[in-house]
């Protein structure tokens, strides 16, 4: 089976104003961003790739081989780690912080177009001076357990289901929540809404935990080496890096007053030109890992190990950078906000600034919805009001009922001739009224059946295209949302299987800055 993609403008789909100002190469904007990269030629013009960064090459390449073999990783991710090794091998990152089942799709998106982007960059230098590498950060420091703890499925009756682990906890890292039980109940409940595919089993064995104890970093790494293993993507945890990585943190939080103030003049100056910032400026800078807990630190504040920083959000991007041979960041249309706001810290700070390239943004569309789409010559764009709403816009359910009274008006004017020709039958001939009352009663009984079967169409067509748009705008707008912000993976994994990512990986194209329309 082959795919095809199309394209809708953003414009018409709703995101970020930085997002799309980006896209559209607003000049202000490109003051804290850089421009928006047009080519693999354009963008390893900007790249940081003679910089260097405070781990060792040797220690990064371990610590990735080692995390790798952790989770069971083919040997294409395990040949990655070691290309690290060599100074000419650069990476490409994105990330996300683990979620239940895999979290959002565009986890995978993010994933699919730092694959598609080495691949690029690859296919422009086949000599090999420029090797690349993709690299997933899979941020099991943040303690938003709300935020990770959320799977959302179209249920049997055609409607938005959020199922979530029956778990409860302040201020504790993902790494250290134990989800391992109640990843296996949550399986055992929703594998019924799954059909039972040849890839039925493969999907839930890649999500089914190997141990009451792990973690959904651990289970967000394995899904993301079973589904881009071959394609060769590197995932490692924050506390799965070597000693050196906490380095830089240890001297930044040293700086944190001069942190501080550089970004609130950023957010004023964005403010100025008319960009909307969703960051907060006075947001935790550095959180301390102490046991089980990720407690906020005040600007500042003295800690004993700084193995036990941990970064909020306006230092997450450095230290990644800091820590890897970046030369390009992948990110998403929120990511694109406060890293507007953040980035003349990489200057301040004395870290190689990477090339930010936004993620594909892609819809999926199995052919059953291809099929209602066409039906009702909907979009989506269309799809983000109510199928109620839309039902009244599309069936026509007039039409039905008109019939039903046509039939009914037919009905009295054939009783009343009928009366007036048995008035006429009495005074020639008495004996033809019976034959009369016989073909009355078989006509009247006939319409009034033909009345009842077009109400029954009327109906049923009524119900059932009411049930179809509610099925496309639950499947291709949940929630009135983009599908790829609400849905997860589990049920195109369940349905394509491997062939999933072959066609993520060809669909997300690091240049284009349109929504893709992915048609499976």
């Known amino acids: 089976m082959t795919s095809t993609l199309r394209n809708i403008s953003f414009r018409r789909l709703g995101t970020s104003e930085v997002h799309q100002r980006f896209l559209e190469d607003d000049r202000d904007l490109a003051a804290f961003l850089g421009m928006r990269a047009r080519s693999v030629d354009d963008l390893l013009r900007r790249a940081p790739t003679g910089a260097g960064r405070v781990v060792p090459r040797q220690e990064l390449a371990a610590a990735l081989r080692a995390y790798a073999e952790r989770h069971g990783a083919p040997p294409e991710v395990l040949a990655n780690a070691e290309a690290l090794l060599d100074p000419k091998t650069h990476v490409v990152v994105t990330g996300q912080q683990p979620g239940l089942c895999g979290g959002p799709l565009f986890t995978l998106h993010k994933a699919a177009t730092a694959i598609r982007l080495c691949r690029e960059i690859q296919k422009r230098h086949p000599d090999g001076d420029v090797r690349v590498v993709p690299l997933f950060w899979n941020h099991s420091d943040d303690h938003d357990l709300e935020e990770a703890n959320r799977l959302f499925l179209v249920n049997q009756q055609q409607e938005v289901q959020r199922y ?37 089993e493969r999907v839930l064995a890649a999500m089914r935990p190997r141990h009451p104890d792990e973690t959904l970093g651990d289970l967000q790494a394995r899904l993301l080496f079973d589904v881009f293993g071959e394609h060769g993507l590197l995932v490692v945890e924050p506390r799965d890096l070597p000693e050196s990585a906490f380095a830089p943190l240890e001297r930044w939080w040293s700086r944190s007053a001069e942190v501080r103030e550089v970004v609130k003049q950023t957010c004023d ?252």
Request: glycine residues 6%; contains cysteine.
């Open 164 to 200: 979530r682990l029956e778990l409860s906890r302040h201020n504790q890292p993902l790494r250290n929540i134990h989800v391992g039980r109640d990843v296996e109940r949550l399986l055992d409940e929703i594998a019924p809404l799954l059909p039972e595919t040849e890839f039925h």
């Open 269 to 520: 100056d964005l403010q100025a030109l008319g960009v909307d910032i969703t960051l907060d400026p006075a947001a935790t800078m550095m959180f301390e890992v102490s046991g089980d807990r990720r407690e906020p630190l005040a600007d500042g504040e003295q800690v004993g190990d700084r193995r036990s920083l941990s970064p909020g959000v306006l230092l997450r991007p450095l230290w990644q950078d800091a820590c890897l041979p970046t030369i390009a960041f992948v990110v998403g249309p929120g990511e694109l906000s406060y890293l507007a706001a953040i980035a003349p810290l990489y200057r301040l700070l004395g870290v190689p600034q990477p090339v930010f390239v936004p993620r594909a943004s892609m819809t999926l569309v199995e052919p059953s919805m291809q099929r209602l789409l066409k039906r009702f010559s909907l979009d989506l764009p269309d799809l983000d009001q109510a199928p109620e709403r839309l039902a009244e816009q599309l069936l026509d359910t007039d039409e039905g009922g008109d019939l039903e009274d046509r039939v009914d008006d037919l009905k009295n004017r054939l009783r009343s001739e009928l009366d007036a020709i048995e008035k006429r039958l009495e005074k020639i001939d008495a004996s033809m009224v019976s034959a009369l009352d016989r073909a009355r009663t078989k006509s009247i009984e006939e319409l009034e059946r033909l009345q009842t079967k077009v109400r029954n169409a009327r109906q049923n067509r009524e119900g059932t295209g009411i049930k179809q748009l509610r099925r496309l705008c639950n499947s291709l707008r949940p929630r009135s949302r983009i599908q790829e912000r609400v849905f997860g993976p589990i049920a195109f994994l369940n349905s394509y299987g491997p062939r999933l990512a072959d066609e993520l990986v060809g669909a997300a194209d690091p240049f284009r800055i349109e929504h893709g329309v992915l048609e499976l």
